[in-house]
Each structure stands twice: as C-alpha cells, then as structure tokens.
C-alpha cells in the first residue's frame, strides 16, 4: 500500500531552520505531484508548498516564499522541504501529499497523505 512517512521535525527557536523529509512507497513516484500542507491547533489544513512531477515546478503560499524551498528525488522517493528564518506562526503539524494529477494548492485534490511531524518555533 501506498505510504508517506514525514520526518525532520522538532523545536526550534525563531530565525533557526529545519529540514522535513518525506519517504514515498508503494506508488510510482515520479507520476505524482507532491506537496507540503500544515495545520496548526485550532486551524484548517493549509497548503504550504507543492512541485511537479519532474520538479521543474514549483508553488508556495505567500507566508512561506522566500523562505521556504520544496524539493523532490525521484531515485530516492523522497520529497524535502526546507524551511529557513522560521518564525512562530510556522508552529504546526507538517504533511506531505500525493498528488495523481497536476500540482495543486487544494488539500482534497491530493490522493495520498502521510501522518505528519511536528513542528514547533519558539520566540
């Protein structure tokens, strides 16, 4: 069965940065579009980053640009968000997701979810 296994999270203090990782298995992974959602307490699911399917495109919400880079290997499987001068309101739990089709910021475009990590950013 198809799974996605985030990892990288943890605390960090603000301005620090983090690398979450995400391992894909049992799909073809280079035929799915990946991306990156959070949900912090209280909030919706909110995208954050997503790339092609050749990782020649890529997306970010306005919050993260800048300072954020997603990235993809498809030899490894495996899919990377770097995350960089991160600040309080980062704080959430970080997913990553399968996309069939084309790279989307829509969470319920996206067929696959792994279980999360979380990230946590002191001030």
């Known amino acids: 069965q198809v799974q996605l296994i985030e990892s990288g999270g943890g605390l960090v203090q603000a301005g620090g940065s983090l690398r979450l990782s995400c391992a894909a298995s049992?799909?073809?992974?280079?035929?799915?579009?990946m991306g990156w959602f959070r949900q912090a307490p209280g909030k919706e699911r909110e995208f954050v980053a997503a790339?092609?399917?050749?990782?020649?495109?890529?997306y970010y919400a306005d919050s993260v640009k800048g300072r954020f880079t997603i990235s993809r290997d498809n030899l490894q499987n495996m899919v990377y968000l770097q995350m960089n001068s991160l600040k309080p309101e980062d704080t959430a739990v970080y997913y990553c997701?399968?996309?069939?089709?084309?790279?989307?910021?829509?969470?319920?475009?996206?067929?696959?979810w792994g279980q999360g990590t979380q990230v946590t950013v002191s001030s």
């Open positions: 997701a399968a996309d069939r089709g084309v790279y989307s910021t829509f969470p319920q475009r996206y067929d696959y």
């Open positions: 049992g799909l073809t992974f280079s035929t799915y579009a």
């Open positions: 790339i092609s399917r050749s990782g020649g495109s890529t």
